[in-house]
């Protein structure tokens, strides 16, 4: 059972307000600014499920899968992620 | 193995074994004995066969695991090239697979091997398309450092 389901992933992606544009055959692209500056990008698999697996995102947005996990869930706010990830010299 | 022809003296197509009495004992302990032995020894086979079972599951579990690498040398269909052939890592977690490209930091999931390496190289143009479209001064240093990498590696074709 994924971590990240694309649901999960969608919710992530409002949480960090990503704009989310068309990506190739087979990907919608979330792309997260920070400052005028694109900081962060994932894709989110088009035409899957609900429950599909979207383990890949953690990397994707610089935290671990757990991190990635409560941003979805609401407990880990923007603010927090820009912080742990200004930590890591991401920003 | 004892002389049992020792005192024998036929008859009637019958063959007696003088003081053969006595002998049942021993004969007797050496039968338990070779009958114990043998018990043991399908005991210990059958042990080792379930060990060998057991151990064949578990090979396939961690085979099945086992993160492979894959060459990357064609983005065909899309309108892109190789300029120097890349590999990606596929592994399995929670039984979804997860294809990355760790140099440029992207990743792509897919209910299987194949399906995860197709949205990777599909992620993979898509962020360059993105990256390249827009100027360095609009990126941080993640994205950055992946039009970088991702422009060692592939160009539009013309």
Known sequence: MAIITKDLALKIAKKLKAEVVKGGRAHDIAIVEHGGKMVAQFGIRRGSKGDSG??????????????????????????????IISEKGMI | MEDCSVGVRSGRGRAIVA???EKVPGLMEA??????????DVTRIESLEKEV???KNRVAVLEGQAPVLVPIESLAPDPYEIIKPFHV???VQD???IASFFDAR??????????????LKDMVVSVFDILCGRSEDDLGPGPAHQKKVLQDFIRRKD
């Open chain 2, 106 to 119: 992207i990743s792509a999931s897919g209910d299987t091997q194949e399906e995860a390496v197709f949205n």
């Open chain 2, 53 to 55: 079972i057991l151990l």
């Open chain 1, 54 to 83: 979207h383990d890949h995102i953690p990397s994707q947005i610089f935290v671990g899968p757990r991190d990635a996990r409560l941003l979805g869930q609401c407990p880990l706010s923007r603010e927090d992620w820009i912080g």
């Open chain 2, 19 to 21: 003081g053969w009495p």
């Open chain 2, 95 to 97: 039984g979804e697979c």
């Open chain 2, 31 to 40: 039968l338990a004995e070779t009958i114990g032995a043998s018990l043991r």
């Open chain 2, 89 to 91: 890592v596929v592994r």
